[in-house]
Nanobody, 128 residues
Framework: QFQLVESGGGLVQSGGSLRVSCAASDSTLDYYVIAWFRQAPGKEREGVACISARDDTTYYADFVKGRFTMSRANARKTVYLEMNSLEAEDTAVYYC?????????????????????WGQGIQVTVSS
């Protein structure tokens, strides 16, 4: 069964950096659009970044542009989200999601309805 597993979360001070990873339990992420979402307490889930299945094009939410970078690695079996200049407002549970590229890849892929597979989530806490 296709399962996504996140790792690398934790506690970091404001202004610091953290990298979270997403991998499939027994498969590759090669054929999927992959995205990171987050949900803070009392708030709705929001799209953070996504990467295309074909050419690794990336899109970012405005609130992380210039601070977060998403990439594929390890023969495309892992997807990273490198988070720099972290702020207290970045504190949330971060989720990895995968979806088959059935439609054109654009900023619309920052919306959660595009994705069929979700990880269990990982906590990122930024202390001020």
């Amino acid at each position: 069964q296709f399962q996504l597993v996140e790792s690398g979360g934790g506690l970091v001070q404001s202004g610091g950096s953290l990298r979270v990873s997403c991998a499939a339990s027994d498969s590759t992420l090669d054929y999927y659009v992959i995205a990171w979402f987050r949900q803070a307490p009392g708030k709705e889930r929001e799209g953070v970044a996504c990467i295309s299945a074909r050419d690794d094009t990336t899109y970012y939410a405005d609130f992380v542009k210039g601070r977060f970078t998403m990439s594929r690695a390890n023969a495309r079996k892992t997807v990273y989200l490198e988070m720099n200049s972290l702020e207290a407002e970045d504190t949330a549970v971060y989720y990895c999601a995968a979806g088959l590229p059935l439609t054109k890849f654009n900023t619309g892929w920052l919306q959660d309805f595009n994705y069929d597979y979700w990880g269990q989530g990982i906590q990122v806490t930024v202390s001020s």
